[in-house]
């Protein structure tokens, strides 16, 4: 496959700057693979497209507030800190991005409110520095004085909503630097209807980098290589999914960040096994998914990733035309705006 086949025109108007409240408010464009038709709901009709014996699959990570301003040592200049992901949890190490670079060498150190401060304590990539906090209870300084790391292309200013907007209503690890969006339509009333059809609903944990944002460079994606990202598929979950299979039951898998942890945990007879570890799994078409047999998802950005990820599930000519659809019926896109299931 080239890039240019994920390629469409995405007007900024059709960009969704805030969410829909309530969040199961969000239209819904479900595509039906096997009659190839396309019905326009709402999310919270999602129930009635799932069956008792059935499997939902969500990725529980949570969204840190990882956009950090501090100043640095002596000079008092104003230093962005943008945080990346843990590396050592006994030595509070992390892998960030400064900005402005030029400012921030090794041995710097950069102080925060909460009397939180970091030292450099090695160069990475472009504007990349590997980071030692002085302490270990990073995290919870973070929540405090940190900023939430909306996407870049959505321009505006993050605003105090924003922290419980741009998350889950199931999120519960921390580590992820963006949302799992399709996530955001959830409910915890639409979750309680879900349970009480009879479906069974399951976490796996993926934390998601800022590389979800990161262009694909080159026409031939067989060259393209994804950052790496921590995930866990629990023991518990393999076997909710398990048995679905084998009794012929549906399991929706809630966003392509839950996607890749699945398909990264594949046992050689398709089913699912316990897992945990670091994926750089590029889906893109042609691909045979093992677990996942319905998916909900976002409108994702032009030649991204998780747009070829969705067009290999739903079949790229067929899910080309749902977003032609979609923008001509004023869908909103990408993080906060609408939802597709693909069933």
């Known amino acids: 496959m080239k890039l ?17 409240h309530p969040r199961d408010k969000s239209q819904m464009m479900v595509l039906n693979r096997e009659t190839q038709t396309i019905e326009t709901t709402t999310f919270s009709h999602i129930v009635n497209y799932m069956e ?70 090695d160069n990475t990539t472009s504007r990349g520095r590997t980071v030692r906090f002085n302490r270990p209870d990073v995290f919870a300084s973070i929540e405090k004085i940190g900023h939430t790391p909306l996407p870049p292309y959505i321009k505006r200013e993050p605003e105090k909503a924003d922290k419980e907007n741009y998350q889950t209503v199931f999120a519960k690890t921390d580590g992820s630097v963006a949302a799992p969006t399709a996530g955001l339509h959830f409910t915890t009333k639409l979750l309680e209807k879900i349970k009480n059809k009879g479906v069974d609903i399951v976490p796996v944990l993926l934390h998601i980098g800022l590389g979800t944002f990161q262009p694909v460079e080159v026409e031939d ?25 084998k ?12 996607v890749r942890a699945l398909e990264s945990s594949v046992t050689a007879d398709g089913y699912v096994r316990a ?43 067929f ?25």
């Open 221 to 245: 994606l067989t060259k393209h290589r994804m950052h790496s990202e921590f995930f866990e598929v629990p023991a518990s979950t393999a076997e909710h999914i398990n048995k679905a299979k």
């Open 4 to 20: 240019s086949e994920f390629s469409y025109n995405l007007p900024k108007t059709s960009i969704a700057k805030y969410p829909m």
């Open 52 to 121: 008792e014996g059935d499997v939902l699959v969500i990725n529980d990570t949570r969204v840190i507030q990882a956009r950090l301003y501090g100043k640095k040592e002596k000079t008092n200049a104003k230093i962005e800190v943008f945080l990346l992901r843990e590396l050592n949890t006994r030595e509070w190490i992390w892998d960030v991005i400064v900005d402005p670079a030029r400012k921030v060498r090794i041995g710097n150190k950069i102080y925060f409110d909460d009397d939180l401060f970091c030292e450099v304590i």
């Open 275 to 317: 897992n945990k570890g670091w994926t750089d799994k590029f889906i893109y078409p042609p691909y045979e998914f093992q677990i996942g047999t319905k998916l909900i998802t976002n409108f994702h950005y032009p030649e991204s990733t998780l747009m070829m990820l969705v067009a290999a599930f739903g079949e790229i000519e």
């Open 247 to 258: 009794n012929h039951k549906n399991v929706f898998v809630v966003g392509t960040s839950a």
């Open 319 to 343: 899910v080309l035309k749902a977003y032609k659809k979609a923008l001509k019926e004023h869908y909103r896109f990408l993080s906060y705006g609408d939802a597709m299931l693909i069933i």
